[in-house]
């Protein structure tokens, strides 16, 4: 089963060398274009809640040295759901990355697009994948980590589109949520269906992480596709 | 409720062409008043006239629009999903790649595309497509009408999430010019996989949403039964993406819906798609991957 989530805070602590960190973007917020009944209120609760300003935190800092960008969908912040905060600064810290060559390390943990946001919701599909094909274009690193949840409008834009796909054990990764599919086919799913697990079985996840390890992983990938000290590329 | 307009208007109409003079005039009258009830439709009269089962269907379109089709069939790597159609035809005399969500006519027809809900072969299979189109320099038009990609279990162990990504993904880089055109409904990333173009065309009473209204219902207030209040509340019409800058051109319905005069329709739809067309053709391709990439850049700025 899933393992206990982590703040976007914690990852961030966890992924990047003790004082390293600067905050990328980290006041933007987005719009209410349905006007929608509550929506603020309920986004200023989560803000309360969670002490962040939207559910995306985006980082420059040093992984064992290398100089990365790092993205962390926090799941506790509207279910980590995109809506067009979300999009604009992941294609901003996408664009830095771009801008300065560095590689490009996102944390997904999400239920999809945020509803309340509506059809500008789903656009930022389309400007988040957009950025990142740019991106890998001009020979970027992208490592996308799937966390438990990853469905919705999140899995079927960037956090399916790394050059390398890793996971966390036990997580929740599909396009459709089980409940949905449930009700469509009229049977219960089997144990397991859409875990990381059954992912990587069907090809689309190179490689299960323990969070003990993740770091590791990471720097070992940077150093595989040529990132030293600093940020350079060799 | 509209449905019932229609089916009197429609009967009035049949009723008319037998009638004697005396009586053609009084229904006449009833006529226009029927007509003019339904010059302005709400949200909930869109979505019914966007699942119309006499709706124009993609088939249909090419066949109207375009000329010597050939369809290209498979994913080549598995599986024909014939809930998209897609290929090659002639539109105005110059080859272009067509493709988009098929439903098909008849109940049987319906099942076979399984209702237009498309499996992960057929975002794979629209991806050759366009890649061919790509290589040959073909311009690509697409035509949105899915109640959603399928939400099943084979879809899932196939990689739907990845499927719709990477359809996104390669449309964003095109470097011929894309024109998309939401016909029917526009559910989600089923309908966004072939939805990202230079020009978004969108007919009148079409729509496109984040979700189905029965869905977006189910999910904030889990009561899918509220779906006329979520059509309300969503901004899923034509004229509302317009606004939004989500839709950049809306193609005019006849009073009452595409399926009293689909010639008409064709007709809009063939002058939206030429002009469209010919404001493209004189961009290059990093031209028109610029510009597409910085129009859903821009899409809902925030600050």
């Not at chain 2, 899915?146 to 084979?154: H, K, L, S, V």
Request: net charge negative; charged share 25%.
């Amino acid at each position: 089963m899933a393992l206990d989530a982590l703040t976007a805070r914690e990852r961030l602590d966890a992924t990047f060398d003790a004082g390293t960190m600067q905050p990328l973007f980290a006041q933007i917020m987005g719009h209410d274009p349905l006007a929608f009944p509550g929506y603020m209120d309920k986004l200023a609760a989560q803000q309360q809640k969670t002490g962040m300003v939207e559910a995306l935190l985006c980082a420059q800092g040093e992984i064992c040295g290398m100089r990365a960008v790092v993205c962390v969908l926090d799941g506790g912040f509207f279910m980590g759901s995109m809506g067009t905060a979300v999009g604009e600064m992941a294609a901003r810290a996408i664009e830095f990355a771009r801008d300065n060559a560095l590689p490009l390390v996102i944390f997904s943990a999400s239920g999809g697009a945020r509803m309340q946001e509506g059809i500008l919701s789903l656009m930022q599909m389309a400007k988040t994948a957009a950025a990142i094909e740019d991106f890998k274009a001009r020979g970027g690193l992208y490592i996308s980590v799937l966390t438990h949840p990853t469905t919705g409008g999140v899995i079927a834009s960037f956090a399916s589109l790394g050059d390398i796909m890793l996971a966390e054990p036990g997580a929740l990764i599909g396009f459709a949520g089980p409940r949905v599919i449930e009700q469509t086919i009229g049977q219960t799913l089997p144990e397991g269906f859409q875990r990381s697990e059954f992912q990587q079985a069907h090809g689309f996840v190179d490689r299960i992480v323990t969070r003990d390890e993740m770091k590791a992983v990471l720097a070992q990938l940077l150093r595989l596709h040529g990132y030293g000290k600093g940020g350079a590329r060799a | 409720m509209i449905r019932d307009t229609l089916s009197e208007l429609e009967s009035l109409e049949k009723a008319m062409e037998h009638a004697d003079e005396e009586e053609l005039g009084a229904l006449s009258i009833r006529r226009a008043a029927l007509l003019t009830g339904l010059a302005n439709l709400t949200p909930v009269d869109r979505v019914f006239l966007a699942r119309h089962p006499r709706r124009p269907r993609i088939d249909d379109i090419i066949s109207a629009l375009c000329t010597d089709f050939f369809e290209q069939r498979g994913d080549r790597q598995c599986r024909e999903d014939a809930s998209i159609l897609g290929g090659i035809a002639l539109y105005h005399g110059r080859p272009v790649t067509v493709i988009g969500h098929r439903k098909g006519h008849s109940i049987e027809e319906n099942m076979a595309c399984n209702f237009g809900m498309p499996g992960p072969e057929g975002y794979r299979k629209a991806q050759r497509i366009m890649r061919a189109a790509e290589k040959f320099g073909r311009p690509v038009l697409t035509f949105i009408d899915t109640p959603g990609a399928y939400p099943g279990m084979e879809a899932e162990e196939r990689g739907q999430g990845e499927a719709i990504a990477s359809s996104i993904a390669l449309m964003s880089r095109l470097r011929v010019p894309v024109i998309a055109v939401v016909t029917g409904e526009g559910n989600s990333g089923g309908a966004l996989a072939l939805g990202v173009a230079d020009e978004v065309l969108m007919l009148e009473n079409a729509y496109y949403a984040v979700l189905s209204p029965e869905g977006f219902a189910s999910i904030l207030w889990k009561d899918p039964a509220r779906r006329d209040e979520a059509c309300g509340v969503m901004k899923l019409t034509a004229g509302e993406l317009y606004d939004f800058g989500v839709v950049d051109g809306v193609i005019p319905e006849p009073v009452g819906g595409a399926q009293r005069d689909a010639q008409a329709v064709y007709r809009a739809m063939d002058e939206a798609i030429s002009s469209a067309l010919t404001k493209l053709d004189g961009l290059t391709g990093d031209e028109l991957v610029a510009r597409r990439y910085d129009k859903y850049r821009r899409m809902a700025p925030v600050t």
